[in-house]
């Protein structure tokens, strides 16, 4: 079958999606523009780039059960002082960089301060559990002696704060100025008698974000 303009009828929306969706929210980039400055043809990437490449081949494993991809795990070589080996994941696929963009309103280019919660995940709380699970699988972890949220979105953490008080998972939300960047961000902790509870309540596949986190259990 061929999808023309329509990538609604390629795509629609389901659990793999909503945590992949999550995941581009948290710490993925979705090109605005065209292949190159000569070329008048959009370049549909989407990209990832984190510092753990267990987990990012387990998201490449995962992004292979919705689209066939040849895409592969390439190390990105930071030659800067103290610096970490960091990898990237490229996908380049229309309908799926469409989805993204036109279905979900999912931000092109730098998403900075406008992260949030698409209307369509929050209509379905099935698909919201997933969603928050790639969330914090990227932008999620560790935060003092207890696991939450960090973003420049103010809007993202209060939709965050507001889901997680209906789960009754008590939480602390805060904001506070980097004087270095003299930016505001804001956060989530969430209180050490949650931890269990929310790590329940959503499907966290990157478990390395738990490291040095003793209240945790994965059953």
Not at 14 to 22: E, I, P, Q, R, V
Not at 29 to 54: A, V
Not at 113 to 126: D, R, S, V
Not at 150 to 178: A, G, P, V
Request: net charge positive; glycine share 6%.
């Amino acid at each position: 079958m061929r999808y023309k303009n329509n990538f609604s009828l390629e795509f629609k929306l389901d659990t793999k999606l909503a945590y992949f969706s999550g995941v581009i929210m948290g710490d993925g980039y979705l090109k605005d523009g065209n292949k190159s400055k000569k070329s008048r043809f959009k370049d549909y990437l989407i990209k990832i780039e984190l510092i753990d490449k267990d987990y990012l081949t387990l998201l490449l494993n995962y992004v292979k059960t919705i689209i066939k991809t040849k895409s592969r795990i390439r190390t990105i070589i930071d030659k800067r002082p103290n610096r970490k080996k960091r990898y990237s994941l490229c996908i380049k696929n229309k309908w799926l960089h469409n989805f993204l963009v036109k279905e979900l309103k999912i931000p092109s280019g730098k998403k900075s301060g406008e992260a949030f919660i698409p209307k369509e995940i929050l209509k379905n709380k099935e698909y919201l559990r997933y969603f928050i699970g790639g969330l914090f699988d990227t932008d999620g972890g560790k935060r003092g002696h207890t696991i939450g949220f960090t973003s420049k979105s103010r809007l993202l953490i209060d939709q965050l704060s507001k889901e997680l008080t209906k789960l009754e998972i008590s939480h602390l939300k805060e904001s506070w100025k980097n004087k270095k960047y003299n930016r505001y961000y804001h956060g989530i902790r969430l209180h050490k008698k949650s931890i269990d509870t929310f790590l329940n309540a959503f499907p966290i596949q990157n478990i390395s974000k738990l490291a040095g986190v003793p209240e945790r259990k994965m059953g």
